[in-house]
């Protein structure tokens, strides 16, 4: 009886090994795939039974945080800084750039941290994937620090956006994208050349006679303003450069920034507001260019200087990292404006007119038709007069110019306007408000040329006395097409 036991017991001995044998050389398989293990929060599954029992599972290391996609950092990264490549959790879409995506700087990534990584995580971070800082800065709307770091060999942007991505100390990845002012070559005029025809387009006469946007704080993301201009004497409250090239005003800053605030030979949209003048783009160029880590910069430091408005008259490629700034700008109840874009009807949607978070403007002449280079797409919110306009240009200059970039402007200082008016407007009613008192153009209803319809101040205005759904909707209409 007792040899029958004996054999029994060794029978079992000798199964429990050849399980737990088995059930070790599954696990060092699929640990070996990598990312492609299909490993959840109670393991890979081998039909009914786990592991094979609470024996083996003691055996196997936990690898990482339950329900986790493991991402290895990948074999070719050096692992100098004293520790293994890591595995982390993706967190959304990759901030990689598209394929055929040129509007980066081509060997520079953006990376954002959280504030509480040490000095010493970031050092290992940069040796681990072979990388060479060039400046770093926290930032209040985004909670994070951004670091921009160049790619001192001849690897591509996106695959070291995707390795970087892939590793638990970086919160986020991309290119350092590059966007560009919006306006086309302009001549310069004589004095008492070109009627300011916008004026009467936008009935900003009749605005005037409730409010000039007396002490509003907009800030001009753009090229630099000449603040000792004429027509904006007194207007610049504070101005703020991201580059470290000498600064220039540039006549694109000084003109948008004068169809804002003039109070000269020319009449902004709201002649009562101040500036915050922001260079990010550098004009010293061909055309004047900006990137993600200096508008970024300008976001931030208008945010923190009490910005209530910010103009951005530029465009590019859609950015995650200005995205998020952006959202956090709307949060906090700053009114967000851009220029659609001048790239034509083919092109798809620029940025950051496109962002939900954002009023996007496009352009039109003074027959009311749309400007043939203006940007389209089911974003464009409303319309303002864009084509030949009088602006000021540095050195007490004036000329005549086309763009979106000047149609955001003019939008910019009529929300100067209804803040003066109503302080605590928020971002949303701010564009329910454009849009329900704008003058239809082109199809009947908001179209994917012209939005809503031509803005209109002193409409804007009065629906903050009138309820907007009490309020007539003009009786004149203009259909016109693109030309």
């Not at 029958?4 to 599954?26: E, P």
């Not at 290119?175 to 387009?201: H, R, W």
């Not at 201009?229 to 600064?247: F, S």
Request: hydrophobic fraction near 40%; proline fraction near 7%.
């Amino acid at each position: 009886m007792r040899t029958h036991r004996n054999a029994i017991l060794c029978i079992a001995a000798v199964a429990t090994l050849i399980l737990v044998a088995a059930d070790v050389a599954f696990a060092q398989r699929v640990f070996s795939r990598g990312p492609s293990s299909n490993i959840g929060a109670g393991g890979p599954s081998r039909g009914g039974g786990g592991w094979g029992g609470p024996g083996v599972l003691l055996a196997i290391p936990q690898m990482g945080p339950p329900g986790g996609q493991y991402i290895d950092d990948g074999d070719d990264v050096p692992q100098g800084a004293g520790r293994p490549p890591q595995r982390s959790t993706r967190r959304g879409p990759s901030g990689a750039p598209a394929a055929n995506e040129r509007r980066l700087v081509p060997d520079e990534v953006v990376i954002a941290v959280a504030n509480s990584v040490s000095p010493q995580q970031i050092d290992a971070l940069q040796r681990r994937y072979r990388l060479t800082r060039i400046e770093s800065q926290t930032f209040q709307l985004s909670g994070t620090t951004l670091f921009r770091w160049r790619i001192p060999d001849r690897r591509s942007v996106a695959a070291v956006v995707r390795v970087l991505e892939a590793d638990r100390v970086v919160a986020s990845a991309q290119p350092n994208y590059l966007f560009t002012l919006q306006q086309v070559e302009g001549k310069a005029v004589a004095e008492g050349d070109a009627a300011q025809y916008e004026l009467a387009k936008l009935r900003l006469p009749q605005a005037h006679g409730l409010a000039k946007g007396d002490r509003v704080l907009v800030a001009v993301i753009d090229s630099g303003v000449d603040g000792n201009h004429p027509e904006l004497a007194g207007a610049v409250a504070q101005i703020y450069d991201t580059l470290t090239a000498p600064m220039t005003p540039h006549k694109h800053g000084t003109a948008i920034a004068g169809l804002i605030a003039a109070h000269g030979r020319l009449m902004g949209a709201a002649p009562g507001a101040h500036i915050l003048a922001i260079r990010a783009f550098d004009g010293s160029g061909a055309s004047a260019e900006g990137t993600t880590f200096n508008i970024l910069k300008g976001l931030d430091w208008a945010a923190a200087h009490g910005a209530r408005v910010i103009n951005m008259s530029f465009a590019g490629p859609p950015d995650p990292a200005l995205h998020r700034s952006l959202e956090a700008a709307h949060k906090k109840g700053i009114i967000l404006v851009a220029a659609a874009g001048n790239s034509g009807p083919k092109s798809s949607p620029l940025y950051p007119a496109a962002d939900p978070n954002v009023i996007a403007v496009t352009a039109t002449d003074a027959d009311d038709k749309l400007f043939p280079q203006a940007n389209r797409g089911r974003h464009i919110a409303v319309a303002a007069p864009g084509v030949q306009i009088l602006v000021a240009i540095p050195d007490g200059g004036y000329e005549v110019s086309s763009g979106t970039s000047y149609s955001a402007a003019e939008v910019s200082g009529i929300v100067a306007l209804m803040l003066e008016r109503k302080g605590g407007l928020t971002p949303d009613k701010a564009r329910d408000t454009l849009l329900a008192t704008a003058k239809d153009l082109g199809p009947k209803g908001r179209d994917v040329m012209f939005g809503a319809g031509l803005a209109d101040a002193y409409g804007a205005l009065m629906a903050e006395e009138t309820p907007m759904a009490a309020m007539p909707r003009p009786v004149e209409r203009a259909n016109t097409g693109a030309r």
